[in-house]
């Protein structure tokens, strides 16, 4: 369990964030967060609210968006979900792939502000 | 009350990720071979880097930073293999981090080493997420564990360079398939290379020696080029 871990590394980094912008009232964050990042997204959503606690963040919403594991094949150089998490091999020609495209995101997108 | 929205696009572990590539190059320049050590509890970690150790020690300068929530038994086990050990107690936090690391060395006494070898805590998701500025990462997966380790933790078998299966005395009576781990560790992370090795009896280490050395011999010519 190292979303808390994840949580306050997150809140730290926003409250500057918003700090060097002249103070965001941040209402809520989306967050990109890839299926194969090894962050549990309902164990997140749970440390955030606690770690917002007693911060500027307190009471703002976290929001997040999953990224699929996708991969490159390196038969069809296409950009393909693998058979599965555990099987990164491209579906249709069945070759197993290095390159991961994308699914390891831990990754603030953006931040919703008041106007 | 409106909203408005403001582009971050930033990666929460950006900090960690700095300070491991800051780390990443100081051990280059020093000629420091750094290897991450995951496994679950009890995989034998410590039990083959005792033998790893004072086999290298033979040859080469070596240390070890370990990683646990409490205790230093580990720390303990190891310096009956070189003097050159630290312990980082994490309390309560499940992994190390690059900041752990730095933090360690910053007080920490230590002359120029050859190999250093950094033992995370025995866990399985966690560690996954934290790059310690390693040069290569070996995760651990014993006999005894059963074959469908990789398959129940891809992510961290897929951020890991090596594979090294230990307890190998004990496959048979495990009846351990070890065909199918392959297997499942290549469907993780195809490519990946897999030792065997048994702490126990010394099997396959001769294996683990040659490729640090290998590795030590690549990277110190990589760092000779670029200078």
């Not at chain 2, 100081?26 to 995989?43: A, K």
């Not at chain 2, 683990?208 to 290998?214: D, E, F, N, S, Y």
Request: contains cysteine; hydrophobic residues 45%.
């Amino acid at each position: 369990m190292h979303e808390l871990s994840i949580a306050i590394s997150m809140i730290e980094q926003i409250v500057e964030e918003s700090e060097s912008r002249g103070g965001l009232e941040v209402e809520a964050v989306h967050l990109r967060l890839g299926v194969f990042s090894g962050v549990d997204k309902h164990a997140l959503l749970f440390a955030y609210e606690l770690a917002c606690e007693g911060t500027p963040l307190a009471g703002s919403r976290l929001e997040i968006e999953s990224i699929p594991l996708i991969i490159l094949c390196p038969q069809c150089k296409q950009q393909r979900a693998p058979l599965s998490s555990y099987q990164l091999c491209c579906p249709d020609c069945m070759v197993p792939a290095q390159d991961i495209v994308t699914g390891r995101e831990i990754e603030v997108a953006s931040l919703e502000v008041a106007a | 009350m409106t909203t408005r929205m403001v582009e971050v696009r930033a990666k929460v572990l950006k900090q960690n990720d700095l300070l491991a590539h800051a780390l990443r190059e100081q051990f280059q320049r020093s000629g420091t071979c750094v290897v991450g050590l995951v496994s679950s509890p009890g995989s034998g970690k410590t039990a083959f880097l005792e033998k790893l150790l004072a086999r290298l020690a033979r040859e080469y300068r070596v240390a070890a930073l370990v990683g646990d929530l409490a205790t230093e038994n580990d720390a303990a086990r190891l310096l009956r293999a070189t003097p050159n050990v630290k312990q980082i107690t994490t309390g309560t936090i499940c992994h190390l981090d690059a900041q752990m690391i730095q933090q360690a060395l910053e007080s920490w006494n230590l002359g120029p080493v050859d190999f250093l070898f950094i033992e995370n805590v025995g866990n399985l998701v966690c560690p996954s997420s934290y790059d310690l500025g390693e040069e290569l990462r070996f995760v651990l997966l014993s006999a005894t564990e059963g074959e469908d380790k990789p398959l129940k933790y891809p992510t961290i078998f897929n951020s890991s360079d090596v594979a090294v299966i230990t307890k190998m005395d004990l496959a048979e009576a495990a009846e351990f398939d070890i065909a199918a781990a392959r297997r499942n560790i290549e469907g993780v992370r195809p490519g990946m290379q897999i030792l065997e090795v048994s702490s126990k009896t010394g099997q396959g280490m001769e294996h683990v020696v040659a490729l640090l050395q290998a590795q030590r011999t690549r990277s110190r010519q990589a760092v000779a080029a670029a200078t």
